[in-house]
């Protein structure tokens, strides 16, 4: 074993003893326990599980090298993925609370009185999940392959024993503290080597104003030398962006809003105590996201301008180990075009402006993993990050494993089917679905749906299109009623789902500015899918009768404030 | 009867209140992300802060600054309300 084998080794042992500690310290004894950590989770510790929860393999690995080839268009993802808490504190989190029951499709089907509401919304809340949670398990065992030579199959497995440890034991509970460990591995990983770059390029400590300085013994500017760097080989400006307006606004608010809507990040917020830290809550979770989020933008710069000086016109025999490391695993490629033995990396415009053909291909997957390699950092950082991204893979799927486990044990079982379970009986249930979950979600880790690229759309667009307008409308509408609710959900998740199946399976060749609708692509297509549910729920709700009585004091007694004193329901037994 | 009626009405103000608030930051959190982030990016990115070009700035930096501050400014706003309809 080489020295970063055995740091890598080391730190992820390490780690995995801590959360594995932390779920025997912290498992749940209830069903209140399992499935919102007995509604008593500090608002702090609160957003820091939020924060980990949401941050997933793609936003710790994949994000910061995603934007490094896409330049300014990559905003949409750091404005998409934030700017969705903004709506949860503002407009779900503190009312959904205060409704006081464990799920999403608990609320639906209470203010909408209907057992179909409450299917429509478990069905949608099982899909969205297990599209998402696919994608965490093969985050784990792509780690593992890369860092300690393991196979995937394999890195797959040990990410399930962790995960079965600490979701089927600890539940809600185990979860939220091995979250809050979580974070601190992930944000000390990936801030670590962000700040060691930061110092080496622009000589600030600071990322975020690294990012926008200048070089280290020169007056230009980062920005501006990457920027001539990337057209002088016939790429794009790195600051100029490519997506249509109205593209760019649809796929923006499309994440946004299924950020929003999104059920294992909605149901964090039932494990505090009141509205209040409800909110609090919100606010904590984005401060420790956007600590993240606002430094991705800084690697992406750094990771860029790195790779463009470093690999250009080198000799292929002096290319340093990080490059011949990557060229075994496949995620970088070179192919000597002209023959002259040295790497040439241009862009689209090169033939126009007389540059030699591209012959280097890089995985945008690798960008972060690669980063502390190709800035020579010493080799316990590089196993810090692999220890990072296991955090985030393994936090975001046990938080979307334990959404699934709640939907069928309390939503379907419990509620829909065998009302008279009791409790301990309900518990037994979840933990059996929880672990069930982490088998199929294994299962798929190892042989991941073909469609793998397109699922993140998938996941958002149909939170977006099926989940934000209907909690919406149950807060701000006393008017709204159950045929508008359902026949909203049902026609917006449908349209939204039917196109994404379309561009992204049926017809892929179609998939272009060309043939999308107003010139909307598949990721942004969930924004159209949440107007047609609110049209559609609104023309039927007119034409249908208005809710009962009970419902507009439901609603009254979610937009109340909380009384001083005043304790919200823990469970509904 | 008449602490009832004057209860319910206060209940109403607050919501109001709530709703008036949540419409002023929503309207923040849209200038600077859709406005500033994606519409007006190019006419902002004219405009140069040190290595930044505006716009790029607000698409890549800016708008995840003002979202957390909007959510700090909401907590205090909903707890002075909650306080004062407490009496």
């Known amino acids: 074993m080489d020295p970063v084998q055995v740091w890598t080794l080391g730190i992820v042992i390490v780690t995995f003893a801590l959360y594995i500690g932390i779920a025997i310290w912290s498992r749940a004894a209830s069903t209140g326990e399992f499935f919102v950590a007995g509604k008593g989770v500090p608002a702090v510790a609160n957003g820091m599980a939020t924060a980990a929860d949401w941050m997933s393999a793609a936003s710790f690995i994949s994000m910061a090298g995603i934007i490094s080839f896409a330049g300014r268009d990559g905003a949409k993802y750091l404005m998409g993925w934030t700017g969705g808490y903004v709506l949860l504190a503002l407009l779900l989190a503190p009312y959904l609370r205060k409704h006081g029951k464990f799920t999403v499709p608990d609320f639906v089907g209470d203010r909408y009185y209907s057992g179909v509401a409450r299917v429509t919304a478990v069905v949608c809340a099982l899909f969205v999940s297990f599209t998402y949670v696919c994608g965490q398990m093969q985050g784990v065992g792509l780690v593992f392959a890369r860092f300690l030579e393991i196979d995937v199959d394999k890195g797959v497995m040990i990410g399930m024993v962790i995960v079965f440890f600490y979701a089927v034991m600890g539940g809600m509970k185990g979860i939220t503290y091995t979250q809050v460990a979580q974070y601190c591995v992930l944000i000390f990983a990936f801030m670590v080597p962000a700040i060691f770059i930061s110092l080496q390029l622009t000589g600030s400590p600071i990322p975020q104003v690294g990012m926008g300085s200048q070089l280290v013994g020169s007056d230009v500017y980062l920005l501006d030398k990457l920027d001539q760097l990337s057209t002088d080989l016939g790429f794009r400006a790195y600051t100029e962006g490519t997506h249509s307006k109205l593209n760019l606004f649809c796929i923006v608010a499309a994440l946004m809003l299924g950020t929003a809507g999104l059920p294992h990040v909605i149901v964090r917020f039932y494990t505090v105590k009141s509205m209040k830290a409800a909110r609090i809550s919100a606010f904590w979770a984005l401060l420790f996201i956007a600590i993240l989020y606002t430094t991705a933008p800084a690697v992406s710069v750094f990771a860029r301008y790195n790779l463009l000086e470093t690999v250009q016109d080198m000799p292929h025999a002096e290319a340093p180990s990080w490059f011949t490391n990557w060229e075994k695993t496949g995620l970088i490629t070179w192919q000597d075009v002209n023959g002259d033995g040295k790497i040439q990396y241009t862009g689209d415009d090169a033939e126009a402006k007389g540059l030699p053909a591209n012959e280097l291909n890089v995985n945008r997957d690798i960008m972060v993993l690669a980063n502390p390699e190709i800035a020579q950092l010493p080799n316990w950082v590089i196993g810090l990050v692999a220890a990072g991204g296991l955090a985030a893979a393994l936090s975001t799927a046990a938080g979307l494993l334990l959404v699934i486990s709640t939907s069928v044990a309390h939503d379907l079982v419990k509620t829909t089917f065998l009302p008279d379970l009791s409790d301990k009986k309900e518990l037994l249930c979840a933990r059996i679905a929880a672990a069930g979950a982490v088998v199929v979600a294994g299962y798929f880790g190892m042989n991941p749906p073909d469609y793998v690229a397109a699922v993140v759309a998938f996941a958002f667009g149909l939170a977006a299109s099926s989940f934000f307008p209907v909690i919406i409308m149950g807060i701000f509408t006393k008017r709204m009623n159950r045929e508008g609710a359902v026949a909203g959900m049902i026609c917006g998740t449908l349209f939204t789902a039917l196109y994404i199946l379309y561009f992204v399976k049926i017809a892929p060749e179609k998939n272009n500015a060309e043939h999308w609708w107003f010139g909307i692509s598949p990721d942004g297509i969930g924004t159209l899918g949440m107007l047609i549910n609110f049209l559609v729920a609104a023309v039927v709700c007119a034409f249908t009768p208005k809710p009962p009585a009970e419902i507009s004091d439901l609603v009254d007694n979610i937009r109340a404030p909380q009384m001083d004193g005043e304790e919200l329901e823990i469970s509904d037994h | ?87």
Do not use: H, P
Request: aromatic share 18%; proline share 0%.
């Open chain 2, 1 to 87: 009867m008449s602490e009832t009626k004057s209860k319910s009405l206060n209940k109403q103000e607050y919501w109001r209140a709530n709703l008036t608030w949540v419409g002023a930051l929503l309207a923040v959190w849209f200038l600077v992300s859709y406005g500033c982030g994606v519409l007006w990016v190019d006419q902002l990115d004219q405009i140069r802060i040190g290595g930044f070009r505006l716009g790029f700035w607000f698409a890549q930096q800016g708008s995840i600054y003002v979202f957390v501050v909007l959510i700090a400014v909401y907590v205090l706003v909903m707890q002075g309300l909650d306080r004062k309809f407490r009496g």
